[in-house]
């Protein structure tokens, strides 16, 4: 039986959870908008903590039928805020300072928690 998008995403946060991510937040965004249904929001420690994190989102991408569509860093280093899209769901790989600054939670408010 194929998952749905809201199970992968979940399983997605609890990956984030066992690599160590920090405060992981699922929010279901789909009724707010038309290009994703689900951020996953974790907060990292350092650039090798991304990059293990990374990994762990290619292998599972790929063993999910999931395309990671793109990757964008917002700092130089790369290290302060990595997004991943995988289409469905995105998520967002934040340093402390990058999560406390944006606040992607409060910005996204209106949408349902699930975690």
Do not use: C
């Amino acid at each position: 039986m194929e998952k749905t998008e809201k199970e992968k995403a979940l399983e997605i946060a609890a990956l984030m959870e066992d690599g160590k991510g920090q405060d992981v937040t699922v929010i279901d965004v789909s009724k707010l908008n038309s290009w994703t249904d689900y951020f996953v929001i974790t907060t990292v420690t350092s650039s090798a903590h991304w990059q293990g994190l990374y990994k762990s989102i290619k292998d599972y991408a790929a063993k999910n039928d999931m395309e990671i569509h793109q990757t964008h860093q917002k700092s130089s280093q790369g290290d302060e805020w990595n997004l991943v899209d995988l289409g469905s769901v995105v998520v967002h790989l934040m340093s402390s300072e990058a999560r406390n600054f944006y606040e992607l939670e409060k910005l996204w408010h209106a949408g349902e928690f699930l975690k």
